[in-house]
């Protein structure tokens, strides 16, 4: 079975990986595209779920609440972060476009019964640059473990044309807390311009995964083990939504020893 799930150019469902489908145990991801007036509705799920507004505009319905017309970037592009709504187990869900937007929905594993939907305002998620050089990659953290969840680790990356990104390889396949944690994890892409494509490799150290792949506009590469960097062509910006998710919300990882000397000089 590949690890890449081709994105939809038509519809409204863009992609879709369930835990059946990419036959692991956590995470679940989807993107939707709403034209402007147009409304998506989702049944209650029994897990846990983050609506990460992409760009456009929208209101999320859950019946006992509504958040109206979060969301105010046009493209994952611009340099401001998105609005998401966290959910736990039990909502049905009613997504109204207010122009054309994209939304997409991380889920994972739900146990904890204390825990309430809640807006994640733009201004609270925190953003931060991370490494050096054509190294150098814009983080911001949307769901993460410092924000309370039950397993849904969210975040978006951007990473410059000409850049490698999650790299020197890492992994996070092993339970050696504080060292490693074990989380599954999908990456979908995003393409400027839209015609591009990025580079990206998931390895183990037998090498029993290894698999490279060229990832168009839309695509989701799951993660179930191993190291997995990315790297974008010379003209051509990515951007790559993270979800993770595994037995414990934390999110420790291990560089490939071979690679490790590119953060150590």
């Not at 340099?79 to 994972?108: F, K, Q």
């Amino acid at each position: 079975m590949s690890l890449l799930v081709k994105g939809s150019s038509v519809g409204q469902k863009i992609v879709e990986v369930t835990p059946e489908s990419a036959r692991w145990k956590y995470v679940g991801f989807s993107a939707f595209r709403l034209e402007a007036g147009e409304s998506i509705s989702f049944d209650a799920s029994k897990r846990e779920q983050c609506f990460v507004v992409l760009q456009g505009n929208v209101t999320i319905d859950i019946g006992s609440m509504a958040w109206r017309e979060i969301g105010t970037r046009n493209s994952v592009f611009d340099d401001v972060s998105p609005a998401a709504v966290y959910l736990p187990a039990g909502h049905a869900v009613t997504v109204t476009a207010h122009c054309n937007a994209e939304i997409a929905i991380a889920s994972a594993p739900a146990s904890r019964s204390d825990l309430a939907p809640r807006l994640i305002k733009p201004e609270d998620m925190n953003r931060s640059v991370r490494g050096q050089g054509s190294n150098t990659r814009y983080i911001c953290d949307i769901l993460p473990a410092t924000e309370v969840a039950d397993s849904l680790l969210v975040v978006e990356v951007r990473t410059p044309a000409g850049h490698s990104s999650s790299y020197p390889p890492h992994k996070h396949d092993q339970d050696a807390i504080p060292v490693e944690s074990v989380l599954e994890e999908t990456y979908y892409h995003r393409l400027n311009p839209s015609q591009g494509f990025a580079f990206q490799r998931v390895y183990t150290d037998d090498r029993s995964i290894d698999e490279s792949m060229a990832v168009e506009d839309h695509g989701v590469v799951m993660v179930p083990r191993g190291y997995h960097p990315v790297v974008m062509p010379h003209g051509y910006e990515g951007y790559y939504l993270n979800v993770m998710a595994g037995p414990k919300r934390q999110w420790h990882f291990k560089n490939d020893p071979s690679h490790e000397w590119l953060i150590k000089t």
